[in-house]
């Protein structure tokens, strides 16, 4: 045991050392990113173990990232086998959720309520606002929502909030507050931060609970103490007691850095820190300083961005182990243009050998900028998993709109035809759907040919109503499919199943908070459909026959571009778990946003959108506090790194299928120039946008690199290459072009602008052809 206890210690520098070995007083750590916080805390417990005698029942730990938490029960199994699963290593809010499921009776609650996370608690309290006639300019749910969580997270309930409300908005803010809460108890849920307060108003109602709660737990330990609020802070102290009830007080270690408070609103850092030591006036602290993690080059510019917060108190990091590889820059055309050059990156990093995909993370400020890289990853096989957030095309009313135009693409898709038969609700219920399901079975037709069966009075034992019922929905498909047949846009097809089917106006007319969210989820499947059309080459030309259609796709039996077939086939394979490979030893690459990568570290990090807009974050730029954690959240990013680190934007970026122009993050300009390798910057800009610039992608873009992993991997480009918000050609009558299947043209004719753009093209023995003008075009002007 004393070579095990040694070893526990052994790597540590002395400050380190000192903050595992400490005991008999609280113990707060604040240290500088990388200097081996979460290695104190990891430690800590296992020498508690090893040395002290400690059980680890009696151990708390909150942590932020699984890797800790793993690790930390790693380390305890190691010591003490199987008994390690006795300890709680966990985050405030599962914790604080384990306690209140099974304390729930005690606050007169049932122990199945459900969590709204914010968007869930914003939409609710739109609706109380609505109900409680409040001007919503006013009175914004955004500006409530804030104001309530802001209560909660100081602990001011309803009635304390109302007494102590001196002017109108204060007043208004108790009133919604008073009644969202009614609104989340019949509900039976509780909001994120109802999760912390209701656990703290537990421990401070009923003594027995909280008594019951310390005698367990003897140590509680806290990563990332620097996010923590007033609530939370008062969690850990009830958690810990004074020592007054006769059981003494826990011992107390928390963990920090005030530049990575990226969660805490204005001034709580300082604040849990000075109350802290109010608390706890004998508590010991410990700095470090030296870093661990990162190349001086990497810890150089979170240096030079951190310091122009205002308010801090400055330290510098430093390492010892070396300048290493330039931070490496690039600015993109849009973010299609930004993922492929994530994408060629990482498979030129992975076939040097230097790193594998598991060693590679990429950062964005929000979850929706996800799709672009999962798309292109998922076209190029890369491995990859997104960490938080269900996967887009895994959601509940994705899969639905998706199953209609399953069935509208094949009327024999049983399973997809079986899912919607009744969803939205349409009266077929499940006794119609089984009498159905039998005759297709007897006759040993499929199942939608049973439908028109029923529909014409041969399936038995079906009732009337059902009957009927089933007529409606068979008509509705077949109208729908003629719109297929018609060849209309994807998007207008799916906007037409969206209303007809009613799926949107139920979802319109809802007051749970999630359907919102479902909505715009279908609005967002809606602009991917959107974009799909777009971007598809196409002859519009009815006069062309169909296999003269100008597609660079020419394998047999590929859907025509531009299809719903096409869509489709597009979009299982984004859906299809399968299609990507299991982590193997090699791993796979990690997409998250940069506030999920607190206290992660990858040896390659791409940190991607540094536009100001996307991140900073819209919000931030006019309000400096916001601004402030925005640059923290930038440290955070940049320090996340070990050896190599990539800061790339989008000059363009599409949001909601409209594309806005993003001038460059104001916290690029903070890096120092030496620092960064710029690999492609922005061009002079001679016309007025990028986006209406068209002419054929230039050979020195990212796209080109991903295509060339993609060739290397033996794969077709095309339906990638018509994925690229490539610019295309601009032509005029007259103009000579060239053709990779039709060879030497003359425009004979042009049409419509923008994305609507055609020309008509006389290719001589080749014939007369229309093109759209959109991305991908095997063509160039001569
Ligand atoms: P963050 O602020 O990002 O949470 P942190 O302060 O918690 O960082 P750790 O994650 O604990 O830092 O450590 C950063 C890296 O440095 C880890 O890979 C860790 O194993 C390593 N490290 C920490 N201390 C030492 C040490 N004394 N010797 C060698 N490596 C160390
Ligand atoms: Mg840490």
């Known amino acids: 045991p004393a070579a095990a206890v040694a070893a526990l210690v052994d790597d540590l520098n002395p400050a380190q050392r000192q903050a595992v070995e400490h005991s008999g007083s609280p113990l707060l750590v604040v240290a500088g990113a990388g200097s081996g916080k979460t290695r104190v805390l990891t430690r800590r417990i296992a020498y508690l173990l090893a040395a002290r ?55 007169g609650m049932s122990s199945s309520f459900s969590i709204y996370d914010s968007d869930d608690s914003r939409r609710l309290i739109t ?155 004998q508590a010991r602290t410990i700095l470090l300083e030296q870093n661990y993690r990162s190349t001086q080059t990497i810890l150089s510019a979170a240096n030079a961005v951190i ?96 199953a209609y135009l399953r069935a509208l693409a094949n009327p024999d898709d049983t399973v997809s035809l079986r899912r919607i038969l009744n969803v939205p609700k349409r009266g077929i219920g499940d006794r119609a759907e089984a009498c159905v399901s039998l005759h297709a079975e007897r006759e040993r037709i499929g199942f939608g040919a049973a439908l028109r069966d029923a529909v014409s009075g041969r399936v038995a034992m079906l009732n009337p109503r059902s009957q009927k019922a089933i007529a409606g929905f068979v008509e509705l498909m077949d109208e729908l499919g003629e719109q297929v ?83 489709l086939e597009r979009v299982s394979l984004v859906a299809d778990a399968d299609s990507i490979p299991d982590a193997d030893s090699d791993g796979v690459v990690t997409l998250m946003t940069l506030h999920t990568a607190k206290g992660l570290e990858y040896p390659a990090v791409f940190c991607t959108g540094w536009e100001d807009g996307v991140f900073p974050h819209m919000r931030a730029l006019g309000d400096p506090a916001e601004l402030s954690e925005e640059r923290r959240l930038a440290y955070v990013g940049i320090t996340r790194a070990r050896q190599r680190l990539y800061l790339s934007r989008a000059m363009v970026r599409s949001a909601w299928g409209q594309p806005a122009t993003n001038p460059a993050s104001r916290f690029l300009d903070e890096i120092p120039a030496e620092l960064i390798d710029w690999r492609r910057v922005e061009p ?41 918000d490539t610019p295309s050609v601009q032509l005029d009558v007259g103009d000579r072009v060239n053709h990779d299947k039709y060879g030497l043209g003359t425009v004979v004719a042009t049409d419509g602008s923008g994305p609507r753009a055609t020309a008509t093209i006389d290719f001589g023995s080749a014939g007369k052809v229309r093109l759209m003008l959109i991305g991908g075009l095997p063509l160039v002007k001569l």
């Open 53 to 107: 005698g400690v059980h680890p029942g009696e151990i708390m730990a909150i942590t932020f990232t699984n890797k800790a938490a793993a690790e930390m029960k790693e380390r305890v199994s190691e010591l003490v086998g199987p008994r390690a699963r006795v300890m709680w290593v966990s985050t405030f809010h599962s914790m604080c959720v384990r306690i209140l499921r099974r304390e729930a009776k005690t606050l």
């Open 127 to 281: 609706l109380v606002a609505r109900d409680l006639d409040l001007d919503p300019k006013r009175y914004p749910a955004r500006t409530l929502a804030v104001h309530i969580s802001n209560l909660k997270n100081e602990l001011v309930d309803p009635s304390d909030a109302t007494s102590r409300a001196t002017n109108d908005l204060e007043r208004r803010v108790a009133e919604v507050y008073r009644t969202y809460q009614e609104r989340l108890g019949q509900a039976n849920a509780l909001d994120f931060d109802d999760i912390i307060m209701r656990t703290v108003e537990l421990l401070q109602a009923f003594p027995d609970v909280a008594e019951h709660y310390r005698r367990r737990f003897r140590h509680v330990l806290v990563d990332e103490y620097q996010d923590t609020n007033h609530a939370q802070y008062t969690l850990v102290r009830e958690l810990v007691g004074t020592g007054s009830d006769g059981v003494g007080p826990a011992e107390l270690c928390v963990v920090g850095d005030a530049d990575q408070s990226i969660y805490a609103f204005r001034g709580a850092t300082i604040r849990n820190i000075v109350e802290f030591e109010r608390d706890y006036p």
């Open 307 to 402: 310091s122009r917060n205002p308010n801090r108190r400055d330290k510098r990091l430093w390492t010892e182990s070396g300048d290493g590889e330039r931070i490496v820059g690039y600015v993109a055309d849009n973010e299609h243009d930004e993922a492929a050059f994530v994408a060629g990156e990482i498979d030129r990093l992975v076939d040097s050998g230097e790193v594998s995909n598991g060693d590679i993370a990429v950062f964005y400020r929000t979850n929706n900028q996800s799709r672009v890289f999962e798309e292109i990853f998922i076209r190029l096989g890369l491995p990859y998993r997104v960490v938080g957030g269900v996967r887009f095309y895994e959601r509940r009313e994705v899969r639905d709109a998706l």
């Open 485 to 567: 047949e018609r060849g209309e846009d994807v998007a207008d097809i799916l906007d037409s199943v969206l209303d007809r089917t009613g799926y949107r106006g139920e979802l319109e007319a809802s007051d749970d908070p999630q359907d919102a969210s479902r909505l715009e989820n279908l609005n967002e499947l809606v602009t991917v459909a959107r974009e799909f059309t777009e971007v598809a080459v196409r002859a519009v030309d009815p006069e062309v026959p169909d296999d003269e259609i100008v597609d660079d796709d020419e394998a047999a039996g590929a859907p025509r571009q531009g299809s719903l077939a096409a869509f």
């Open 684 to 724: 002079d800009r001679a016309g007025p946008s990028v986006t209406t610039t068209w002419g054929r992608r230039s050979s020195a873009t990212g796209g080109d690199s991903a295509q060339a992993g993609l060739a290397a991997r033996g794969m077709r480009s095309t339906s990638f290459k018509g994925w690229q």
